[in-house]
């Protein structure tokens, strides 16, 4: 089911780029983590860090590739002042696989029998979450799911990065993921391979030598097919699940997404005019100014969660 999102952006902010700028730097000031642990899963090289208990409901949340200004922490701490208890999962691969969302919700399941489990993905980390859904068939493991700025063609996103408009958004991101690369493996790579990589400039280039070689993949085409989440595998989804859509996403054209009529019936994609990727930034004065994405992903979990 389509329909239209309470969300509308201010007017000191109604530009796509601007909204997607600003949801970095806003999200990596709203504060610091205390109590929180980290566990490692089995079967996998990812790991979880788990704040400490909320109302009862866990959310099991999958980033994107990696945001300037850690952008992610400052979301799972905005839903865990919200009542959740959130468990971030982090790859040393750049994004995780379904694989490792599988491992994450097993050892989350044993960890915590009694609790009602969420499924949350941002960006690319959408599309995962997406695809890992509609994979379970009819097992029930999660009770709700949410996709914010689901990125279903991985390949328009790399064409719309490297294209000069967005250049304001290349550069940063290419930056983030490549400190990513040295933090995990510069001990393993030589200086020249080093310098190879600080000095690509696109992001086809970069998922192409970097990103594809991670995660498994030859090329960079085989691993858009991989991640693509196309409406077959959406008609499959069986539990209730919220899609958070800008129709001004810089990142993800509109026309990715599937014709009405197509979607699972579980599937409600709210569509917003502005919002830009993982902005939805609201207030009437840049002083005053929210995560509403958190709010609304927040007020969804809460009400099915229960």
Known sequence: MYCDSAFRAPWWLTSPVAQTLQGWRLRRHI??????????????????????????ALLLLVPGLPWPHNAVDGIALALHRAGLAVAVLHSPALLASEHDVDCAVERLLRDHPSSLFGLCGLSLGGAVALNWLAGQGARFTIQAAAA??????????????DSRRLSLLRRPLLRSWKEAVVRHYGRQLPRHLIARLQAIDSVERFNTLVGAPLHGHATASSWYTHLACNQPRLAGIGCPTLVLQARDDPLTPHSSLPPKGTLSRYVTVELSTQGGHLGFIEGGWPWRQRGWMEERLAHWFANRLR
């Open 31 to 56: 504060g610091s983590a205390t109590g929180w642990r980290t566990r490692a899963l089995d079967d996998s090289r990812c790991w979880l860090e788990i704040s400490p208990p909320g109302n009862g």
């Open 148 to 161: 914010a700025s689901p990125v279903l063609r991985p390949d328009l996103m790399a064409e719309q990065l």
